[in-house]
């Protein structure tokens, strides 16, 4: 038999869809499936890929966009820790050591530079939202729901107390970490957590149109642009500092590039540019 293919990889044009292909468990990460090497493998495909400039993030299925981490898997080491056959404590930090990295790359940082598009298709709970919300923009189906219910479970989100509270107003971040209540889409509309809610049939051509206006820019600039605004958000502190985080990035990766170049002639000859990725 063919191996199950946990992520599906396909490219449209500029853009790369990555499914989550798990729908028989809400398209839950960790545990026995490939789903986290998976998501990490179709990143650096996008990465690597000169062709693709955009990638859209969903789940298989209509009922989940990512239920987040295989709580059975948890279950199961608390099981072997009581009868001594393991410590908890080692087996979290070994996959927050080894895994969790590979999964952060998707999470809006480190070695992802392209935009994310989250296409969030039903259940966005617990890891789910956390993936969610390390994309760089959030299209919501009419049927989506978002929840962290970890606290519910003697639990503690793994990143989206970090995420959240920079995300939306930290009090309305802070009522949905604390309670642990599920939201529908149109709530998360109406507090920032997602740009637009459409009918689940319209989900991905929504955001293949959003792609689509991305991919007709200087490639380089996109790129610029998404690490100076997050980089700004998690990684300095003040205005000032991301301010000169952007002059930096400015000066030495975009100002007298090709493209840039390219783009002032085409803007003066009223004509569209042709980039090249220099």
């Known amino acids: 038999m063919a191996e199950r293919k946990w992520v599906l990889y396909e490219k449209r044009g500029k853009t790369a869809i ?23 493998k179709a990143v650096r495909d996008t990465e690597e890929d ?3 400039l955009t990638m859209i993030l969903t789940g298989a299925g209509e009922k989940a966009f990512c239920a987040g981490n295989n709580m059975k898997r948890f279950n199961a080491t608390y099981h072997a820790h ?16 080894e895994e969790r990295p590979r999964d952060s790359i998707i999470l809006g940082h480190g070695l992802q530079t392209k935009p994310i598009i989250a296409a969030i298709n039903g259940y966005c709970l617990g890891g789910g939202l956390e993936l969610a919300c390390g994309c760089d923009i959030r299209i919501a189906s009419e049927n989506a729901t978002f929840e962290t219910s970890e606290p519910r479970w ?23 970490l604390l309670t642990g209540r599920r939201i529908d889409a149109e709530e998360a509309l109406r507090i920032g957590l997602v740009n637009k809610v459409v009918p689940l049939a319209e989900l991905i051509p929504t955001c293949l ?17 998404k ?3 997050w980089h700004g958000l998690l990684f300095y502190p003040t205005v000032s500092e991301a301010i000169e985080n952007n002059s930096r990035l400015l000066h030495e990766k975009i100002y ?3 493209d840039s170049k390219e783009g002032v002639r085409a803007f003066v000859e009223k004509r569209k540019p042709a980039w090249k990725w220099r």
């Open 18 to 40: 990555v499914t989550i292909n798990n729908p028989e468990q809400m398209n839950v990460y960790g545990g026995p499936t490939g789903v986290i090497k998976g998501m990490y």
């Open 50 to 52: 000169p062709e693709v």
């Open 82 to 97: 009581d009868a001594g056959e393991g410590q908890v404590m080692g087996g979290g930090r070994r996959y927050f050591a």
């Open 154 to 176: 003697g639990m503690i989100p793994g990143i989206t107390p970090a995420k959240l509270t920079r995300l939306i107003p930290f009090n309305l971040a802070m009522e949905l």
């Open 209 to 225: 149109a959003i792609a689509d206006e991305i991919n007709q820019n200087a490639p380089l600039a996109v790129m610029a642009i």
């Open 227 to 229: 690490e100076a605004a």
């Open 256 to 258: 007298l590039t090709e």
